[in-house]
């Protein structure tokens, strides 16, 4: 499986981007799906990541209100629309399959699972 993020780029704060992950493989039923970021300097963070079998969709508490998740089997591609950014949001967004979204904790990647190369958000001020 190869996963490619795109949709990243320059913002001002308070606009949206929507990010777009495209995979190799169809369908994609049977991974969950998800976005990381990092940001300069710090480590990676879990964002954002929706189930394969019931669509449900997770967040990390810092994003719930501001992005939302979804996913197109049919095209084999997850979306990351992000309103409202800021900042800090700033980082390189990665897209992978095999998430496990840990309530509270840290997230992460199962070991069968893949990561995709980063898009980097850039939000000005």
């Known amino acids: 499986v190869q996963l490619q993020a795109s949709g990243g780029g320059l913002v001002q704060a308070g606009g949206s981007l929507r990010l777009s992950c495209a995979a190799s493989?169809?369908?994609?039923?049977?991974?969950?799906i998800g976005w990381f970021r990092q940001a300069p300097g710090k480590e990676r963070e879990g964002v954002s990541c929706?189930?394969?079998?019931?669509?449900?969709?997770y967040y990390a508490d810092s994003f719930k209100d501001r992005f939302t998740i979804s996913r197109d089997n049919t095209k084999s591609m997850v979306y990351l629309q992000m309103n409202s950014l800021k900042p800090e949001d700033t980082a390189v967004y990665y897209c992978?399959?095999?998430?496990?979204?840990?309530?509270?904790?840290?997230?992460?990647?199962?070991?069968?699972?893949?990561w995709g190369k980063g898009t980097l958000v850039t939000v000005s001020s």
């Open positions: 992978a399959a095999g998430v496990v979204p840990v309530i509270g904790g840290t997230w992460f990647v199962l070991p069968e699972g893949y």
């Open positions: 493989v169809r369908p994609l039923n049977g991974y969950t």
């Open positions: 929706i189930h394969s079998g019931d669509n449900s969709a």
